[in-house]
T-cell receptor, first 112, second 112 residues
Framework: GAGVSQSPSNKVTEKGKDVELRCDPI?????LYWYRQSLGQGLEFLIY????????KSGLPSDRFSAERTGGSVSTLTIQRTQQEDSAVYLC??????????FGSGTRLTVV | DQQVKQNSPSLSVQEGRISILNCDYT??????FLWYKKYPAEGPTFLIS?????DKNEDGRFTVFLNKSAKHLSLHIVPSQPGDSAVYFC???????????FGKGTHLIIQP
């Protein structure tokens, strides 16, 4: 597609439930990133995929968080046993070079 | 520990005047810097970047200045327009790494 697509745009879930967030990067972009923005905070790096290399998971805040990228394209971020502190906007970005990333509109996750 | 700092959470500027957004960084390994602009309910969009081999990069109304010795960069917008009202994020990356480190953002408000 023309841009980075994320779904759902909004998600409200009960504490303790699992959620899956989806990202469709720009076709041909080999790099894919997940960030999150909590209230009043900057963009926090979560995980990075580059081609077929092992992902850089150094930003994942706990083992409840995991991500996959299938076929070098679509990525899914999974949060297990959600907690209230997981409430944030989760942003996906893709890039073809180092000049800049293209971000999706994000998924606003609210854990109640 | 915040490696990229935007110390002004918000800035109010009159339309037509110059807006100056500041950013400081602590990691001397950073060699590429970017500014992103974010409207509510949208993902950040790339605005302008600068490599550490330069001290200035200009694109229309937007100019980014880099002072490596002070580990400081700034974004100048002149003249400021109502559509410039948004949150501006400073970001940095280092060497061969691909992840971006973001500041917390500055909310720019252009007053009519």
């Amino acid at each position: 597609g023309a841009g980075v697509s994320q779904s759902p745009s909004n998600k409200v879930t009960e504490k303790g439930k699992d959620v899956e967030l989806r990202c469709d990067p720009i076709s041909g972009h080999t790099a894919l990133y997940w960030y999150r923005q909590s209230l009043g905070q900057g963009l926090e790096f979560l995980i990075y995929f580059q081609g077929n290399s092992a992902p850089d998971k150094s930003g994942l805040p706990s083992d409840r968080f995991s991500a996959e990228r299938t076929g070098g394209s679509v990525s899914t971020l999974t949060i297990q046993r959600t907690q209230q502190e997981d409430s944030a906007v989760y942003l996906c970005a893709s890039s073809a070079d180092r000049s800049g990333y293209t971000f999706g509109s994000g998924t606003r996750l609210t854990v109640v | 520990d915040q490696q990229v700092k935007q110390n002004s959470p918000s800035l109010s500027v009159q339309e037509g005047r110059i807006s100056i957004l500041n950013c400081d960084y602590t990691n001397s390994m950073f060699d590429y810097f970017l500014w992103y602009k974010k409207y509510p309910a949208e993902g950040p969009t790339f605005l302008i970047s600068i490599s550490s081999i330069k001290d200035k990069n200009e694109d229309g109304r937007f100019t980014v200045f880099l002072n490596k010795s002070a580990k400081h960069l700034s974004l100048h917008i002149v003249p400021s327009q109502p559509g410039d009202s948004a949150v501006y994020f400073c970001a940095a990356k280092k060497g061969g790494a691909d992840g971006l480190t973001f500041g917390k953002g500055t909310h720019l408000i252009i007053q009519p």
